[in-house]
């Protein structure tokens, strides 16, 4: 019988996998671009620490709440995603749009904050709407809003890459479709999109809508930028009502019980 820690960990499983294809991809393109021992070193610290923290929460399950379960979950599922998106435009992107940049380091601290303060809202809009504190849905908005920007990682190693690969309808079609298939939670899928269009809203607008396969830029005026903090803002609420919901029903089975 397949209990609930069961489905977790199995989901784990899957989970560890694709972190796996993901990083095992990026080390051979980085390789294949830039064999530096620093940059690669570096990665497999970082990818040792990421594995450690999904050990630990599938070996010790109940010493973590459900709530960061959760968020733990769909954090990992979007970081996953960009990063693979991002490699994909780093190895298909022709050298005359290999573009992006990073900001100013001095530029990188406010924006943190700025895209860190727009997406804790959003999950305090996602929570209000539950009628009750919901943890999951405020650190996950503020997580998921922030981490898009992950796809800025090449230009640390000074490797070539296009602007913003993982800012696309491409990557926001793969991320929801896994989130929903993985978690099987509309509201975790709502908010993801959610997210996705709140920093969309809140970047300069150029973005190459359909990468990682076309790199074309499209163009948004302040209009539309704010459209998509406007959406953004209902989707979360939208969010918040799907997972109280979900509450209620999960609370009805219980008392049937």
Known sequence: MATPLNVYNDDLKGLICLVSITWGALFYSLWELTPSWGGIGLLLISRNLFLQVLLHLSLVPALAPDWL???????????????????LGVI?????????????????????????????????????????????LIVSGGALTLLLDL????????????IRPAHSI?????????????????????????AFFAHLG????????????????????????????????????????????QNNLKADVVESH
């Open 69 to 87: 379960k959760e968020t733990t979950m769909l954090v990992l599922i979007f970081c996953s995603i960009d990063i693979a998106i991002t490699w």
């Open 92 to 136: 298909l992107v022709p050298p005359t749009e290999a573009q992006g940049v990073l900001r100013p380091i001095s530029a990188i601290p406010l924006k943190v904050l700025l895209l860190l303060m727009l997406g804790l809202s959003l999950g305090a809009s996602a929570s209000i709407a539950t009628r009750q504190f919901n943890p999951s």
């Open 151 to 162: 796809d800025h990682i090449p230009s640390m190693f000074n490797i070539p890459q296009p």
């Open 170 to 194: 491409i990557f926001l079609i793969a991320v929801s479709a896994l989130v929903y298939l993985t978690t099987r939670r509309a509201s975790l899928t709502v908010l993801t999109c959610s």
């Open 202 to 245: 809140s970047d300069k607008a150029f973005f190459p809508l359909l990468s990682p396969f076309i790199f074309d830029i499209t163009e948004f005026g302040p209009e539309v930028s704010y459209s998509l903090i406007l959406v953004a803002f209902v989707l979360a609420y939208v969010a918040g009502l799907l997972k109280r919901r």
